[in-house]
């Protein structure tokens, strides 16, 4: 039987759409993508941003960007309830923090973990670019994480909440600092990490 097909990288955003498609509850092949030049290349022969995460729909169809793949499998399947009901001002809602943050946080969390590709001046620049893009990483989280009650929507769980969990995981000095700074994203880690999707997904990226 056809079935989606994510390819990923342990702790990489891969995370929070094999924790959607745990929450539907739907078949899915999890493939891990080495990242040696070589596999790389083979890998952009599937998906041509050669990054990760891609998703291959049950049709064939292959998917880049994380925050379209969690978008698409909330009204592909809404059944789950993992988002508001299109058309209405919930799901306009809904919209704005996925694509902030895919636009913000993803994009601020990607110049602390990739400087050098920020500057033709490489590594000489590197630091600077890091410094930046945490303070802009925690600048995005604090707004955020100041409409928390307890989720991102209100009282709707929703994939963004499995997009902030992720996202949040990778602020530079680890989850005590930023939980610190922002106790209510402290509190919504704890509530997600009780779901037995997030639980099952967190052990299958812990290798
Ligand atoms: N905007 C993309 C960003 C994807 C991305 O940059 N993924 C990282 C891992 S979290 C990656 O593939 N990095 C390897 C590289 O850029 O070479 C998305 O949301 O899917």
Same mark, same amino acid.
């Given at each position: 039987?056809?079935?989606?097909?994510?390819?990923?990288?342990?702790?990489?955003g891969?995370l929070?759409?094999?924790?959607?498609?745990?929450?539907?509850?739907?078949?899915?092949?999890?493939?891990?993508?080495?990242?040696?030049?070589?596999d790389?290349?083979?890998?952009?022969?599937?998906?041509?941003?050669?990054?990760?995460?891609?998703?291959?729909?049950p049709?064939?169809?292959?998917?880049?960007e994380?925050?379209? &793949? #969690?978008?698409h499998?909330?009204?592909?399947?809404?059944?789950a309830?993992? +988002?508001?009901? $299109?058309?209405?001002?919930? *799901? %306009?809602?809904?919209?704005?923090?996925?694509?902030?943050?895919?636009?913000?946080?993803?994009?601020?969390?990607?110049?602390?973990?990739?400087?050098?590709?920020?500057?033709?001046?490489?590594e000489?620049?590197?630091?600077?670019?890091?410094?930046?893009?945490?303070?802009?990483?925690?600048?995005?989280?604090?707004?955020?994480?100041?409409?928390?009650?307890?989720?991102?929507?209100?009282?709707?769980?929703?994939?963004?909440?499995?997009?902030?969990? &992720? #996202?949040?995981?990778?602020?530079?000095?680890?989850k005590?600092?930023?939980? +610190?700074?922002? $106790?209510?994203?402290?509190? *919504? %880690?704890?509530?997600?990490?009780?779901?037995?999707?997030?639980?099952?997904?967190e052990?299958?990226h812990?290798?």
């Open positions: 039987m056809a079935q989606y097909k994510l390819y990923g990288r342990p702790g990489s891969s929070a759409v094999q924790m959607a498609l745990e929450e539907i509850r739907v078949p899915y092949e999890r493939i891990w993508v080495a990242d040696g030049a070589a790389v290349a083979t890998f952009r022969t599937i998906s041509p941003t050669g990054k990760v995460p891609a998703l291959a729909l049709d064939g169809t292959v998917m880049f994380s925050a379209a &793949m #969690l978008v499998l909330s009204l592909e399947h809404p059944q309830e993992l +988002a508001p009901q $299109p058309g209405t001002s919930h *799901h %306009a809602r809904f919209l704005q923090w996925m694509v902030f943050l895919s636009a913000n946080v993803y994009e601020s969390a990607l110049r602390v973990y990739y400087p050098v590709r920020y500057s033709s001046r490489g000489r620049d590197a630091e600077p670019i890091r410094e930046q893009g945490t303070r802009d990483f925690l600048a995005h989280l604090t707004l955020i994480s100041q409409g928390l009650n307890p989720y991102v929507l209100g009282n709707q769980y929703s994939v963004a909440d499995l997009y902030l969990y &992720m #996202l949040a995981s990778w602020f530079p000095g680890g005590s600092d930023l939980n +610190a700074r922002l $106790p209510a994203l402290g509190t *919504h %880690a704890q509530k997600l990490s009780l779901r037995p999707a997030v639980g099952a997904v052990a299958d812990a290798v």
